[in-house]
């Protein structure tokens, strides 16, 4: 299994600044890995809120279970995620070390069980034994400082070969207001949504209820239109944490999500989600290069998306970009898989600038060389326009390598 | 790109015995193939009926529109077939193509061109010039001869790494009756239904609308159970013709696709395209090892299919398999994932005979070593026990290698 980071991986990382209201720590639990961190503690203050997304898989994780229940009240305290286990498909077992952990957080940071939250990534159906770690809860809560998210994003990491992370401040209503993300997930990356955790904190004052609005519609152009190799896991959690405290600097508190002041918020939540997520698609378990698909023309955005989703999945167009081969055939076939309406004649298909495909059969002007040139690139876009409707969607992929089967074949030993 | 013949190929072959009423040669016509036959022609004696399965893309090829078209009348004179290009997505150019063919091959059988039926499998979107065989059809038709099924199986191929042919001799109203079937396809091979060109042939004495029946009511479980890499071809062909000719003998002449002679010919019929279905899986690009999926105890013999269609297509799954690793935390998201009706806490799996895990969490008798030792096999079988009802399917695939990425990463050029 190769430890080299991605060739995708970004040039520089941003400076990560505070958010005021968020301490956080890492350890070294011993839960798998060695001589890395695998422990993450964020404590927020009282009155921060909360919303979440999660997998849609039907055997969700114990931890999943436990974020659904609590994210009902809105209120969070204390996030603990560890890595190299992912407590899934752990039964009783895995709802006892839930219970522990969340229980231990609580005890730590003086607050109920249900403001705690808790994510786990790694192998399935291995047992959790929670009792390795609660006990640094105390310690490490009461060591947690303000600052540290790269580490936090390091904790985090099982495949991944670089930590995730992506910050933005705004107005909000005047004054600035800081966004800060980490995310991990390098395979078992599908909509919707991924073996991806990512958690978010601001220090703006935004109610539960339209943070969860926000986040729940932000996903769909950002996290949920990454795959990797259309694997969902049982694991996938957006958290998203606002303290509030900005409020003291000024900044209005936000009850309505329609509020007109939301607009910057918005866009620069948007923007953060969707760095991180094609982060995750850049460290795609053994990519070596990014794939863009769009698709319109479709009946509608969300034939598009499926459509979008055919083409970034197929095994065939990956491993063709893979391999720098400008194979737009099996584009081809993967609109027709699809199942949605399309028409064989109407298609185009597009790699960069070079149209390869027009109405139905190769375009008389499609030049191999300048192709076969562009496909050298480690961005690759391709388009499809069905020709029937104005549906659009884009969605991002990673290649199919080698490394990939080299990385999974032997995970788990 | 590997030439190496595929470890799971069949250890013998059958003598592929005559069909009475069918005769058939093959050619080098050079098409894309160097040094190999490229090109089959079967022709069928007067009275010959036919019967057909084709692809569900929304894109299809020349090939396949033409077949379905010509099928409406169910009388076939000539197969010809060529590999090396699909003819698909070749827009108007391509259904020029299909028409000179037909007239020629038409001509040189003395029939009409809607007695004639075409496939094409190879690179798609490149337009194929029927101008370089169409002249070669008379001499390969007035060459033709009984016999030669394995040559024909042969002249189909294109990254198959072996011929497929399969062979049964049942009693049809106390005579016995021959079933001759061959079958190409090794990847881009998914239900509904593969880059499969399949081809059988009978002397049975069966009208084309009973044919049809038999035929369609045969693939779910056969041909349509089986998927190398999700990716459904824009060609996909099944064909079977029966010319009639064992009514001479005394067959019974079936008119009705209840009758009750049919019995032992309907279970030759499934298991020859089970057979042929299975040599596809068994030559899967880059397979080193075949994977059966079964799922028991789902909603519905429908909801058992998709779930065992998500194991079987999950990259996780086929990599791990790969790498004889028994991660049947893959399993677990694999049910997840497909969105099926499911209860995590009442699945349980198996891997051979070794139960891993049960009512949602690791089998407490699971034997690590035992079950390694299992993965070594090249047959692996999956069992996936749902716990909510009687719905049961069982579909194949092989796993995923390097050899897979390697031999589509360089396919086209």
Redesign the interface.
């Known amino acids: 299994m190769s430890t080299a980071v991605s060739p995708l991986a970004p040039k520089k990382y941003p400076k990560m600044p505070a958010i005021e209201g968020v301490r956080m720590a890492t350890a070294e639990a011993g839960i798998k890995y060695r001589d890395r961190t695998d422990l993450l503690a964020m404590v927020f203050d009282p009155g921060t809120s909360v919303a979440g997304v999660f997998?849609?898989?039907?055997?969700?994780s114990a931890p999943v279970d436990f974020c659904r229940q609590n994210l009902t009240a809105g209120k969070a305290r204390v996030l603990i995620v560890n890595s190299g286990n992912?407590n899934?498909?752990?039964?009783?077992?895995?709802r006892d070390s839930t219970a522990m952990t969340a229980e231990a957080a609580a005890k730590a940071a003086g607050c109920a069980a249900g403001d705690v939250f808790l994510a786990s990534t790694g192998?399935?159906?291995?047992?959790l034994d929670a009792g390795k770690f609660s006990h640094l809860l105390k310690g490490l809560l009461a060591g947690a400082e303000p600052g540290g998210w790269t580490e936090a994003a390091k904790a985090i990491m099982t495949t991944d070969t670089y930590p995730k992370v992506a910050t933005a401040t705004v107005s909000l209503g005047g004054t600035d207001v800081t966004i800060n993300g980490i995310a991990k997930g390098a395979?078992?990356i599908?909509p919707d949504m991924a073996t991806m955790l990512s958690f978010v904190a601001t220090d703006a004052p935004i109610a539960g209820p339209v943070l969860q609005d926000l986040l729940s519609r932000a996903v769909g152009k950002t996290f949920n239109a990454v795959t990797v190799?259309?694997?969902?896991?049982?694991s996938d959690t957006l958290l998203l944490f606002a303290t509030g405290a900005a409020s003291k600097r000024g900044a209005p508190r936000i009850e309505d999500a329609k509020d007109p002041q939301l607009g910057a918020f918005r866009r620069a939540l948007g923007k953060i989600l969707k760095q991180l997520a094609l982060q995750v698609v850049r460290d795609g378990e053994g990519a070596r290069k990014q794939i863009e698909v769009t698709v319109t023309g479709a009946k509608s955005a969300r034939s598009a998306k499926r459509i979008a989703l055919s083409i970034a999945?197929?095994?065939?167009v990956k491993?063709?970009v893979?391999?720098e081969?400008a194979?737009?055939?099996?584009v081809?076939?993967?609109?027709?898989?699809?199942?949605?309406?399309?028409?064989?004649?109407r298609?185009s298909i597009w790699f960069g600038d070079n149209r390869?495909?027009h109405?139905?059969?190769?375009d008389p002007a499609y030049s191999e060389e300048k192709t076969s040139a562009y496909m050298k690139r480690d961005e690759i876009r391709i388009v499809a326009d069905i020709g029937i409707g104005r549906g659009k969607a884009t969605v991002w992929t990673c290649d199919?390598?080698?490394e990939?089967?080299?990385i999974?074949?032997?995970?788990?030993?």
């Open positions: 997998t849609r898989s039907k055997c969700p992912a899934a498909f752990t039964g009783k077992k895995g192998v399935i159906g291995e047992p395979g078992m599908a190799d259309s694997d969902t896991s049982t999945n197929s095994p065939l491993t063709a893979a391999g081969d194979n737009w055939g099996r081809v076939m993967a609109v027709g898989k699809a199942g949605e309406p399309a028409d064989r004649d298609l390869l495909a109405e139905g059969e190769r199919l390598t080698k990939y089967v080299a999974n074949g032997d995970y788990r030993s």
